[in-house]
């Protein structure tokens, strides 16, 4: 089962936070003596160091140079800007508008030629129609069953389970992860995450039905809502 992508985040925060341990120990620095080349509050160094504090971009530029080591800011800034896009809160994605969020994912989207997406509460965004609310999806669901381009499979409520549902999402090619938790979005890039969910979708793929068999489930739950 993929670890918790919130742990991915913080991980990705240790790992920026150790790189600044380690330059410091180069240079043969305390924290103090750090915090007062860099002109900061003598707690500082220790808060960003155990990962507690998020630096910025000039925080990390003055830490490198203070330890003469300059040349290693740009990555290290690389690197905390891609920690910091990680995990997204919803009410920020979602601050200029739902619009603008949607438009901004349209080119990720056009160039991705393999998608996968896993959903264990709800229809994936691609399936959903404006009658999704009422009753027109499921029905929408068995005309998506024909398209050459889709697999869409089920998951049986009952039969032998080896994998239990969780959290919703989506893998664009094998470049990038994008899970939706209830307050967040996390964003995966490292590969060897990447993989694990990859995994887990064919796992989960095994355990599916397809074809007339979906179908079946599908018309079955359209028969229960009546």
Same mark, same amino acid.
């Given at each position: !089962?993929?670890?918790s992508?919130? +742990?991915?985040a913080q991980?990705a925060r240790?790992?920026?936070?150790?790189?600044l341990?380690s330059i410091r120990?180069?240079?043969?620095?305390?924290?103090?003596?750090l915090?007062?080349?860099?002109? &900061? @509050?003598?707690s500082k160094?220790?808060?960003?160091?155990n990962?507690?504090?998020v #630096? +910025?971009d000039?925080?990390?530029?003055? &830490?490198?140079e203070?330890?003469?080591a300059?040349?290693?800011a740009?990555d290290l *800034?690389?690197a905390?800007?891609?920690a910091?896009? !990680?995990?997204?809160? &919803?009410k920020r994605i979602h601050?200029?508008?739902?619009?603008?969020?949607?438009e901004?994912?349209v080119?990720?989207?056009e160039?991705?030629? @393999? !998608?996968?997406?896993?959903?264990?509460a709800?229809?994936p965004?691609? =399936?959903q129609?404006?009658?999704?609310a009422?009753?027109g999806?499921?029905? @929408?669901?068995l /005309?998506?069953?024909s398209l050459?381009?889709? +697999? =869409?499979?089920v998951?049986?409520?009952k039969?032998?389970?080896?994998l &239990? #549902?969780?959290?919703?999402?989506s893998i664009f090619?094998?470049?990038r992860?994008?899970?939706?938790l209830?307050?967040?979005?996390? *964003?995966i /890039?490292?590969?060897g995450?990447?993989s694990t969910?990859?995994k887990?979708f064919?796992?989960?793929?095994? !355990?599916?039905?397809?074809g007339?068999?979906a179908?079946?489930?599908?018309?079955?739950?359209m028969?229960a =809502?009546?």
């Amino acid at each position: !089962m993929p670890a918790s992508p919130l +742990s991915s985040a913080q991980e990705a925060r240790k790992a920026i936070a150790d790189r600044l341990g380690s330059i410091r120990r180069d240079a043969e620095l305390t924290g103090l003596e750090l915090a007062q080349r860099c002109g &900061w @509050h003598a707690s500082k160094s220790s808060r960003i160091e155990n990962a507690r504090t998020v #630096p +910025s971009d000039a925080d990390i530029r003055a &830490w490198c140079e203070s330890c003469g080591a300059p040349e290693q800011a740009a990555d290290l *800034i690389a690197a905390s800007r891609s920690a910091g896009s !990680m995990y997204t809160e &919803w009410k920020r994605i979602h601050r200029t508008g739902m619009r603008r969020t949607q438009e901004a994912i349209v080119p990720l989207y056009e160039r991705t030629r @393999h !998608m996968r997406v896993y959903c264990s509460a709800v229809v994936p965004g691609l =399936l959903q129609t404006p009658a999704y609310a009422t009753a027109g999806q499921l029905s @929408h669901l068995l /005309t998506v069953l024909s398209l050459p381009n889709v +697999s =869409l499979g089920v998951l049986p409520f009952k039969g032998r389970r080896k994998l &239990w #549902p969780v959290e919703s999402f989506s893998i664009f090619d094998e470049t990038r992860v994008q899970v939706e938790l209830l307050s967040a979005r996390v *964003i995966i /890039t490292a590969p060897g995450e990447i993989s694990t969910y990859a995994k887990a979708f064919q796992d989960m793929s095994r !355990m599916a039905v397809y074809g007339a068999k979906a179908r079946a489930l599908i018309t079955g739950a359209m028969d229960a =809502l009546g």
